[in-house]
């Protein structure tokens, strides 16, 4: 009977092992994250969030810290080819959506979207401003509560002048209307939770 | 772990032999043993290093990445045999079996790319694509077009900013290469468009019909084109049109010349949009203002209006155009033979045109594109002899009086065109298809009836073959007939593209081109003539970025069967020819922030018998120098754009043939000087009330050159005049407004 047991606890020892090892992955992965500073530091992270992703399968939060990693990398070093980041991030994006399709996965599209509009705005507003538009539509139909939609919302118009229909005073609301969302806002573990301080920020700036 | 640790520190050292097996098991899923040093260094086929690849074991988390020296290291605890995966996008992913034993492992990966169409060679020589296909820095979308300085929003004329294309101002037209204006055609959705510009009158050229936001891509192809598109010898102006719009929107337009409105109204599933505009110009107020060489007894007035719907199918796109124009100008000129006389030149002209597309996935790698287009085209013209006083008169010396014309002429063509892709491995493909054409012409000039019908078809096939990301080549063919001319056709062409490094590739090109005469070659009895001939050798050097291109292109093109027209009338088809250059073309959109600006220059030598030409001879519509700048810089704190141009021509050839028996000599001959222009216009963007609007202010050959086009000869050939633009310069002023229909604020408030 003892022995009975302790086979029994051994196995559900496993099973929490391999639980908690996924747990211990993200938890570390995430500290990583915010203590990035160079570029590189960021690959490394998407990296080894790619390899979390790949192992387990059914996750999609390791392909989304990839892809976040990684598009931030491109703002971290101005020199990066921005297409090719864009690329691989869109890559991640693609197999997060394969295993759910979410706000925040709608979110990043439209981060990667403007990325890629941003090597040449001039001629490339008409198709990746239409990409980044639709994504946040469609983030909105997926969880119209999620904060982040209306950060990312106010930035583009906080960004695009007056004269093309944008500017502070059309952002401001946006900012605010987020501010609002996430002081309600509590997402599950290793869920995407960052934003509120910037959006803090932006709306002081609009004042 | 530490659970089972818990467990197993309360048992006694006896009892805990018992459990070593099983803990064993345990341990290994749970990977408590000595790590293994993995390291090596990532390189491409090439032997080029690559950086952000991911190394990993096979359902572990244990892995590095490459550095920007190509190396990786990392540890890893599992042990035995494992399998290690290294991949990066572009390329082809490895797994290989490794052995992870504790002692430290070096491993090195070369990882081939996988034949990708963005990083692929691309078959483009002879041509300047635009749109955003490739990103690479694209040639001319439809914002470059309008913001082309001194090319007052028309295609055309930001065309001739790119090298091939000749600064021909005394008619409509791109002249390519030594080609004629006729041998430059101009393709909607895959159709040929019959009449792309306005009518005109004698030595000005006249504005192209489609507006430049119509299109989102551009193909400005001077030479060795696709077996998709034929009958035109020299140039392919290929144009794609947008499909849905991005929102609804209303539109409005006031400036010295023109005004116009117009609705584009998306459906609130956005799987369909419909639009329509309408546009009246006239001249009027703009002459009055601005003093013009000729008398004009009807200011050029014209009517526009065109119509659109759009509808998203399952894999593709359904689109139809259609555009409705009128225009009535009148001019008079001094008689070159008499200066107590003046040429009287009307003209009206009725123009409509439709495009109905169709582009389809089929499934299975096969796509479809189907493409139909008609129009009709009425020209009314009269000519006329009068005195001073503008009345009719008649001399009898017959070189004056013949002069004197009533031409009306109809034309019709409606075409259909098929064209079914599939996909093969990887991105090549073989495409197929044909098109079959039926025009009518019916030029009635004083009385005499001109009649030509024909009936023509083309059947043609390509491939683009992809050996290996860098090596590619397309083979394609196109067999024509037409039953004005009454013959086949049989055109190879050939294009191979060889990627030298990783913005850069050679290409080389073949091809043979084939084109009916100009309807007006046929009358008199010379409904026996055949296709003229060009067949095109281009070798072509590019190296692109995303915001830079530099390309550098030699050509040599062949012209047989050319028309000569000697005074007896017996047309044939025993001209010749050839040109032969070297092209260069610079843009930069990343040196300077914010600055926009391009460079082309084109050497050209060509010499064709054809026409009247008697010998081999230097066109009047060539130049052997051309050379332009075109520099766009926008401030976004002033919300304002700066555009500048720089065009400059050497001087063109000009000739009087004067017949003698039946053939022409050289009566005279000469150089024009050389032709300089400077242009450049001011767009500011501002919000008035609730209407995004768009000042534009611009200015044509700002420093006041005299530039002469050529020169108009008497009858005899003793007395030549200068052939120049009607005014040197043009000025334009306008205000282009649009309102988002859904109306942003209402937007902002319906989503809060």
Known sequence: MKKVLVIVSLLVATVVNAQSKFEDAMTKGLAQMKDAKLASDLTDVSSFFERVGD?????????????????????????????????????????????????????????????????DPMSRWQTYGALAKDALANAKNADSTNPRIYYL??????????????????????????????????????????????????????? | MIFLSHQTSNTNMKELYKWIPIMLITCASSSLFAQTRVSGVVKDNHGRIIRGVTISIKGSYDGGSSDSTGKFFFKCYDKGTQTIIAKSIGYKTIQQPILLSGTPISINFFLHEEINELTAV?????????????????????????????ANGDITNALKTLPGAQQVGEQEGLFVRGGTGYETKQFIDGTLVANPYGASVPDI???????????????????????????????????????????????????????????????????????????????????????????????????????????????????????????????RRPNIDSFSLNNAYGIINYNWYNNLSWREYLGKGWHMSFGSSFSINTDKINLQIQNKLNQRVYTNISYIDSINAAITSHQALSQIKAVFEKKLSGISAIRFGGEYWYGTVKNIVNDTNHSQTDNFAALFSEADIYLTNDLAAKIGVRSEYSSQVNQFNVAPRLSLAYKTGAHSQMSAVYGQFYQKPENNYFYYGNNYLGYVKATHYLLNYMRTTTLQTFRLEAFYKKYDNLIETPPTYRYNNNGSGYAQGIELFWRDKKSIQGLDYWVSYSYLDTKRQFDKYPSLLAPTFAAKHTASL??????????????????????????NFQPIGNKYIIGDEGTTKDYNTFGCSVNYLTKVKKAFVVFVGSVTNVFNSNNVYGYNYNHNGTYKAEINPPAPRFFFLGAFLSWGVDRRQDAINNNL
């Not at chain 1, 059309?170 to 997402?187: E, I, M, N, R, W």
């Not at chain 2, 002879?126 to 955003?132: H, K, L, V, Y």
Request: glycine content about 8%; hydrophobic content about 35%.
């Open chain 2, 122 to 150: 691309t078959v483009t020589a002879g041509s300047f694509e635009a749109g955003d296909k490739k990103r690479a820095a694209t040639v001319l979308n439809s914002l470059d077009v309008v913001t082309v300085g001194g």
């Open chain 2, 630 to 655: 075109v520099v766009k810089k926008f401030f976004t704190k002033l919300n304002t754009g700066f555009n500048f141009t720089y065009t400059y021509a050497s001087g063109r050839p000009y000739y």
């Open chain 2, 205 to 331: 050229a006249s504005r192209g019909r489609f507006s430049p936001f119509l299109f989102k891509g551009t193909v400005f192809s001077t030479g060795g084109y696709s077996a998709q598109y034929g009958q035109a010898l020299s140039s392919a102006v290929i144009l794609e049109t947008i499909d849905l719009p991005e929102s609804s929107q209303a539109s409005a337009s006031v400036s010295t010349v023109f005004m116009g409105a117009g609705l584009q109204e998306l459906a609130k599933n956005k799987k369909s949009s419909w639009g329509v505009n309408y546009g009246y110009t006239n001249l009027a107020l703009y002459f009055a203002l601005v003093p013009q060489t000729p008398n004009y007894f009807h200011l050029p007035e014209f009517h526009g209006t065109d119509a659109n719907f759009r509808i998203k199918t399952k894999g593709g796109m359904i689109k139809y155009y259609t555009t409705f124009g009128a225009s009535n100008i009148g001019i």
């Open chain 1, 55 to 119: 192992a387990e399968k059914t996750q999609w939060l390791p392909y989304y810290y990839a892809a976040l990693s990684l598009y931030r990398s491109a703002w971290v070093d101005k020199s990066l080819d921005k297409d090719k980041v864009a690329d691989k991030c869109n890559d991640f994006i693609t197999k997060a959506r394969t295993i759910e399709n979410n706000a925040d996965l709608y979110c990043l599209v439209q981060q990667v979207a403007i990325l890629q509009l941003m090597v």
């Open chain 1, 153 to 207: 919302q106010g930035m583009t118009t906080f960004n695009t002048p007056e004269a093309y229909g944008g500017g502070k005073a059309l952002a401001k609301p946006y900012f605010q209307k987020s501010v609002d969302l996430f002081k309600t806002y509590v997402p599950k573990p290793f869920y995407p939770n960052w934003g509120q301080e910037d959006v803090v920020k932006m709306l002081e700036q609009c004042k």
